[in-house]
């Protein structure tokens, strides 16, 4: 079916900063919707972002130029496509931008007319997104798979004040039947350390991805500790039930060639960062790690995943950007075992597919997730359980741009039945 319309405008995200919403439209009248997350600590070769820049609206950040761009430039451009021929109209976008990161149209605004098209196309042809989408993923064979949820409990960084070094501690609950039952076990554990952190004393504020964040936490080992109580507490066993995995983002405190640990007061090397990580792997059941190197450190991210001989899930994330480009580079020089997808990292969602599909062909994993600023859209649930990569990472069970995500996945899976089966997770923990 023909694209008839686009139409953007401008709403809010989870900060109350502005995003593009776009709603693209096809001659018999199916419409797609779709809301445009945004990062905060965003990698540096990431897909451009386009912002005004006018200090008078919103601080600099509004969104009018990239939704002008939408509704002027690009419907002109793509008025009439078939909107099933999502390579076309994906690569026709990349073009008519002209650069090599969306710096002149802007990301965020190719990215809602792609995902927008998409999911009108699956109004039209009257298939849940998941089942429209699972055309892009050569490997599906009839049964999908539902993903680990990686929820994000205690943030750090520069998602929370720098409350700890590590931005991210997250839950994994490898040891679930279901996406039912291991949301059902993070949220009881994420519960359980609301009141752990209640009764020392700790505040129960929590940041951007709905993690709490208490900045008197004595050191960045200190909440696992205080996770692993959790976990106890709700009747699971830690390292089989649900283990743990961080995401430093260290391209955050990476600084005159060294990584500066404010809450610790230390400065260290690639070669001091590697073995504290490493000590960390050895005292926790960690399973995943994901950024712990600044975005152009290869060589530490290398260093990480031999001396952790397959058994830990090394993620580039800035490091790759959903860049088949960069993620080359990583299997090339056997860098990591996994990346983090982000549909907006890289601006269409063909980009996104060949990303996961290049990952997947060189054995690596890939795990969907959002952004710190998020919107109520799910369209990425509905992509990872298309893709069928079986992991998903999306914050806390809190905050309604988070379950929006978690609400979906649990619907698809009652919808599926017998026709959905819960991820297997590929690494071990020391």
Same mark, same amino acid.
């Given at each position: 079916?023909?694209?008839?319309?686009?139409?953007?405008?401008?709403?809010?995200?989870?900060?109350?900063?502005?995003?593009?919403?776009?709603?693209?439209?096809?001659?018999?009248?199916?419409?797609?919707?779709?809301?445009?997350?945004?990062?905060?600590?965003?990698?540096?070769? %990431?897909?451009? %972002?386009?912002?005004?820049?006018?200090? /008078?609206?919103?601080?600099?950040?509004?969104?009018?130029?990239?939704?002008?761009?939408? &509704?002027?430039?690009?419907?002109?451009?793509?008025?009439?496509?078939?909107?099933?021929?999502?390579?076309?109209?994906? /690569?026709?976008?990349?073009?008519?931008?002209?650069?090599?990161?969306?710096?002149?149209?802007?990301?965020?605004?190719?990215?809602?007319?792609?995902?927008?098209?998409?999911?009108?196309?699956?109004?039209?042809?009257?298939?849940?997104?998941?089942?429209?989408?699972? /055309?892009? &993923?050569?490997?599906? !064979?009839?049964?999908?798979? $539902?993903?680990?949820?990686?929820?994000?409990? $205690?943030?750090?960084?520069?998602?929370?004040?720098?409350?700890?070094?590590?931005? %991210?501690?997250?839950?994994?609950?490898?040891?679930?039947?279901?996406?039912?039952?291991?949301?059902?076990? &993070?949220?009881?554990?994420?519960?359980?350390?609301?009141?752990?952190? !209640?009764?020392?004393?700790?505040?129960?504020?929590?940041?951007?991805?709905?993690?709490?964040?208490?900045?008197?936490?004595?050191?960045?080992? %200190?909440?696992?500790?205080?996770?692993?109580?959790?976990?106890?507490?709700?009747?699971?066993?830690?390292?089989?039930?649900?283990?743990?995995?961080?995401?430093?983002?260290?391209?955050?405190?990476?600084?005159?060639?060294?990584?500066?640990? /404010?809450?610790?007061?230390?400065?260290?090397?690639?070669?001091?960062?590697?073995?504290?990580?490493?000590?960390?792997?050895?005292?926790?059941?960690?399973?995943? $790690?994901?950024?712990?190197?600044?975005?152009?450190?290869?060589?530490?991210?290398?260093?990480?995943?031999?001396?952790?001989?397959?058994?830990?899930?090394? $993620?580039?994330?800035?490091?790759?950007?959903?860049?088949?480009?960069?993620?080359?580079?990583?299997?090339?020089?056997?860098?990591?075992?996994?990346?983090?997808? !982000?549909?907006?990292?890289?601006?269409?969602?063909?980009?996104?597919?060949?990303?996961?599909?290049?990952?997947?062909?060189?054995?690596?994993?890939?795990?969907?997730?959002?952004?710190?600023?998020?919107?109520?859209?799910?369209?990425?649930?509905?992509?990872?359980?298309?893709?069928?990569?079986?992991?998903?990472?999306?914050?806390?069970?809190?905050?309604?741009?988070?379950?929006?995500?978690? &609400?979906?996945?649990?619907?698809?899976?009652?919808?599926?039945?017998?026709?959905?089966?819960?991820?297997?997770?590929?690494?071990?923990?020391?």
């Amino acid at each position: 079916m023909k694209i008839e319309s686009l139409q953007a405008q401008e709403i809010l995200d989870s900060r109350g900063n502005p995003t593009i919403e776009c709603v693209a439209t096809l001659e018999d009248g199916s419409t797609g919707w779709v809301a445009i997350p945004s990062g905060a600590s965003t990698g540096k070769y %990431e897909a451009v %972002e386009l912002r005004d820049g006018d200090p /008078k609206r919103y601080g600099g950040a509004g969104v009018l130029k990239a939704i002008e761009n939408v &509704n002027s430039t690009i419907q002109s451009a793509v008025i009439g496509f078939e909107a099933e021929d999502q390579s076309k109209l994906d /690569k026709t976008l990349i073009e008519l931008d002209g650069t090599e990161n969306k710096a002149k149209l802007g990301a965020n605004a190719i990215l809602s007319v792609s995902l927008s098209v998409a999911r009108a196309e699956a109004q039209h042809e009257k298939k849940p997104l998941y089942q429209y989408l699972s /055309k892009f &993923n050569p490997d599906f !064979k009839g049964i999908y798979t $539902m993903p680990i949820p990686e929820m994000n409990v $205690m943030n750090g960084g520069k998602h929370a004040n720098w409350a700890t070094d590590i931005q %991210e501690y997250m839950l994994f609950p490898i040891g679930a039947p279901s996406v039912v039952e291991a949301i059902r076990m &993070n949220a009881e554990v994420y519960a359980n350390l609301k009141k752990v952190l !209640k009764s020392k004393g700790y505040a129960i504020s929590v940041g951007d991805e709905g993690g709490f964040a208490p900045s008197t936490t004595k050191n960045n080992e %200190e909440p696992f500790q205080l996770m692993g109580e959790a976990i106890e507490k709700g009747g699971y066993v830690l390292g089989k039930d649900i283990c743990f995995g961080i995401d430093p983002a260290a391209s955050e405190f990476f600084d005159n060639d060294k990584y500066q640990f /404010k809450k610790e007061g230390r400065s260290l090397s690639t070669d001091e960062l590697t073995e504290f990580y490493l000590s960390l792997w050895k005292k926790y059941p960690i399973v995943s $790690m994901e950024d712990m190197f600044d975005q152009d450190d290869w060589e530490g991210f290398k260093k990480l995943y031999d001396k952790t001989n397959g058994k830990l899930q090394v $993620m580039g994330d800035d490091l790759f950007v959903t860049n088949v480009k960069r993620l080359q580079k990583g299997i090339d020089e056997k860098t990591c075992n996994s990346i983090l997808i !982000k549909l907006n990292q890289i601006g269409t969602l063909t980009e996104t597919v060949d990303a996961v599909l290049l990952a997947r062909r060189a054995g690596m994993t890939a795990i969907v997730s959002h952004r710190s600023a998020e919107t109520e859209d799910t369209f990425m649930a509905d992509f990872v359980v298309a893709m069928g990569t079986g992991q998903i990472k999306t914050g806390a069970p809190a905050r309604g741009e988070r379950t929006a995500k978690y &609400n979906r996945l649990m619907r698809i899976e009652r919808e599926l039945g017998d026709n959905a089966q819960y991820a297997k997770f590929p690494f071990q923990s020391s």
